[in-house]
């Protein structure tokens, strides 16, 4: 072979091999990015990131997750009140709700009637005021519900009321 063919193909594989190589790597990241999108689950939290995981468990108040980096590694948990939604590999979502416990309905009346008959001094307020504050706490207690703290307010108000006006009326 002459020289010029020689400087020929050795240019050629200079300019040629890099190119090559460069979109033979650019096609093999395509691969597994695709791979890992297909068979991980991925986690938005509320906050704008997102974890690529495999969940295993969500329950009502917490979600339970191994890294996709890591899948023989340990376990995650993350509360639900960071997560917006999840998007399972098999292309369903999920927005997650996060439950609110309510006041209990109870524990509102009679706490409210159990100012009100402190201020007015009324018997059938107070005595409004320790039904409803007793019936409140054992229906907290029963149904998780929140209002604890109100439904003791209207015990000892209703309790404050009574005796008050028991007093009031006992010295008359």
Do not use: H, W
Not at 129 to 135: A, D, H, N, T, W
Request: hydrophobic fraction near 45%.
């Amino acid at each position: 072979m002459n020289k010029f063919t020689i400087t020929f193909f050795l240019l050629l594989l200079t300019y040629t091999l890099p190119i090559f190589a460069t979109n033979n790597a650019i096609s093999k990241n395509k691969e597994i990015a695709i791979y890992n999108t297909d068979t991980c689950d991925i986690i938005y939290l509320r906050d704008g990131t997102t974890i690529k995981a495999k969940v295993e468990e969500v329950s009502e108040t917490k979600i339970k997750y191994k890294n996709y980096n890591n899948l023989e590694g340990p376990s995650y948990i993350i509360t639900k009140n960071k997560v917006l939604r999840i998007k399972y590999a098999n292309g369903t979502s999920e927005i997650v709700n996060i439950s609110r416990k309510k006041y209990d309905a109870y524990s509102i009346v009679g706490f409210i009637s159990g100012i009100v008959g402190l201020i007015i001094f009324g018997l059938p307020l107070g005595a409004v005021s320790l039904i409803f504050g007793v019936i409140a706490v054992s229906r907290i207690n029963r149904k998780k519900t929140k209002g604890k703290v109100l439904a003791l307010f209207s015990i000892v108000l209703g309790f404050i009321d009574v005796v008050g006006v028991l007093i009031y009326l006992s010295n008359q």
